[in-house]
């Protein structure tokens, strides 16, 4: 019974990895049409996004399956639940990837003003995070998922930026409205994909440190409670003298 649990904690793993492939493409092909806005190319982000919705689905079976067939503890526990939601997290990265290549869709040019905007730089950082996350999961390390969660802050300042510079650009000419927005709302979609890296990464830090640090309060709040706790004890000493 050992052998057959491990064997199918090893295919859940493979079947995120290759999801977590194909997903990484799916970002890289979304970064594409910065450069270049190539109908083709979003068409095809679009019609591949079914593939990351297949592994979704078989993924989360797998995990179903498991727990009707095993009583998994610990380590195990965590690493099946975490997957759910690092699944969850990729399904939704690859739909954000089909946002960005229909808002591209949009577009007959490149708007002239692309270069003032942080798209590029936004573009490259949650690639980059996403990238960690995964690799923070396929490695097992605590130190990469960190540096991942770390980094979210960059790119919510620089959507929160890039949303001063497109307002100002759009009071320029009325003519820079429509793609003004469009591009905006590509600009959400970059930092929402930050979100879901962020989100990976603290699942994979669950994994492999058995803390809780999701939305990166918690670890603020548990710190807080147990110094109220020390404050309150001091105080009760205090009092008793």
Sequence with gaps: MERH?????????TKIIKMCSVVDEQVEFALRLFDDLNPELAKLIIERDKK??????????????????NQPVAMDLRMIMSALTINTNLER??????????????LKTKPEFFSRTKLAEM????????????????????DLAQKVIKADDIVDNLNRENHKILI????????????????LGISKHLERMGDHATNIAEDVFFITEAQVIKHKYEKYLIQQEEQDDEDDDRDEVDERL
Aim: hydrophobic share 40%; net charge negative.
């Design 52 to 69: 990351v919705d297949k592994y979704d689905v078989k993924i989360e079976k797998i995990c179903q399956r498991i727990f009707a067939l």
């Design 123 to 142: 573009g490259s950082n949650a690639k980059e995070m996403i990238k960690s996350s995964i690799d923070s999961y396929i490695e097992g390390s605590s």
């Design 93 to 106: 990265i690859g739909d954000i990837t089909v946002n960005i290549a229909e808002s591209s869709l949009l």
């Design 5 to 13: 649990f491990d064997i199918q904690l090893e295919k859940l793993k």
């Design 168 to 183: 100002e650009i759009m009071k320029e000419d009325p003519e820079n409205i429509e793609p003004g927005v469009v591009l």
